[in-house]
DNA sequence: TTGCGGTTTGACCATTTGGTCAAACCAAAT
DNA sequence: ATTTGGTTTGACCAAATGGTCAAACCGCAA
């Protein structure tokens, strides 16, 4: 078997948007395999079970969010500036439905992130330990940074993950909330600056 | 029958805590039966089938989180004070699963709102129409109300949605990011004043 | 005591679903 | 043409699961 041999990829893909949309609980090995186009009995031959299978679209879903959310600052940008490439990158990562996905399964077994964790467990947050030093150095308003971290993920995150009941709130359709979630990462930015900028 | 009967209560505890946890497709009819302390027959004979025990769930769950975030401003506090109330409000409702429980089957089956949204479609929403006169009257950055009420409820309703991730991300253990909620809800609501009064 | 209406349950059923396996298939090497 | 090794699949299986039903149960009124 080749690694990556195109019946895995179409395999992969499928599963990934049935695990995205569906959750793990409510996807058919079947329809997986239906959507690539190959045999059930095939689809295990290619991964042997759905827990195997799950695990790889899992690990992958994570791999690219993980450093999304640990890299901070490896450039020499004024931190509004770091701001405003975080949140740019957040919500474009975060509109695909990969980010409730990954919040609905770890909540559903949180030991699944135990493993993982391990690796860079030690080392602080980059986030925090920058805006530690910034918030010494620069005529910036004290706010812990603990909390600076969850609010800019928040305003980030949640947007495109409570999407359906923002648009009823605020009597929008599907269409006219892409539109005004256009301008958002912008406006998510200067909020966060002026919310912790002096003057 | 008795209208809620004490056996009828206990269904209703033991269906309300597998649902929000397990989702509607990890929910097992045995297992809310054993929670209950009865026989699955017995389960059957109160609520006909899942589907319509879980409509009941849910909707008593919508029922609770709807005013919470339409009511806005039937008193005569400052735009602080109303947004501080707001805050406080909502993540005290947040804590518990509800609002992952609402968000995870709305997106199962976004038709689910459908039926439910007719009542007051017509109506503006109230946080909007607030805002777009205190920010004519008053001493304000002039920011898209929609945004204001996305990023409010972001700010309040993500860190219970996202806890498991953001306690890895921090290096807290769950106790510890107790105890940072417990001081959240005073920042959240100062970091939104900040963020769109001027001075 | 008997009869009655609501309640409870063990046994059972039909369907769904993850998973297996022997047989067939197929391209490349001998 | 035959063998070989990876690939594909229809048929099948066992367990899980939502749901049914007749029989038993139980307080209570006649």
């Known amino acids: 078997m080749q690694l990556s041999s195109e019946t895995e990829k179409k395999i992969l893909e499928a599963a990934r948007v049935e695990f995205e949309t569906k959750g793990y609980n409510g996807t058919r090995m079947q329809k997986i395999a239906d959507k690539a186009g190959i045999s059930k009995a095939s689809l295990h031959y ?23 959310i640990s890299t901070w600052a490896d ?18 990562f975060i509109r695909h439905g990969r980010m409730l996905f990954l919040i609905r399964e770890v ?17 602080q947050n980059k986030f925090v330990t920058y805006f530690d030093t910034v918030q010494k150095s620069k005529n910036i308003r004290k706010v812990d940074p603990n909390y ?7 305003i980030c995150s949640f947007p495109a993950i409570n999407k359906e009941m923002f648009q009823r709130a605020l009597r929008l359709n599907a269409k006219q909330y892409d539109e005004l979630m256009d301008g958002y990462a912008k406006t998510a930015a200067d909020f966060f600056i002026h919310a912790i900028k002096k003057q």
């Open 46 to 68: 290619y991964f042997r079970s759905k827990d195997n299978l799950f695990e790889k679209i899992f690990n992958d879903a994570l791999d690219e969010y993980i450093p999304l």
């Open 107 to 123: 909540n559903r077994n949180p030991q699944i992130l135990e493993e993982r964790i391990k690796r860079k467990a030690k080392s």
């Open 148 to 154: 600076l971290y969850i609010i800019l993920n928040s």
């Open 75 to 92: 450039n020499d940008l004024s931190w509004e500036a770091k701001v405003e490439q975080f949140t740019k990158d957040m919500i474009s």
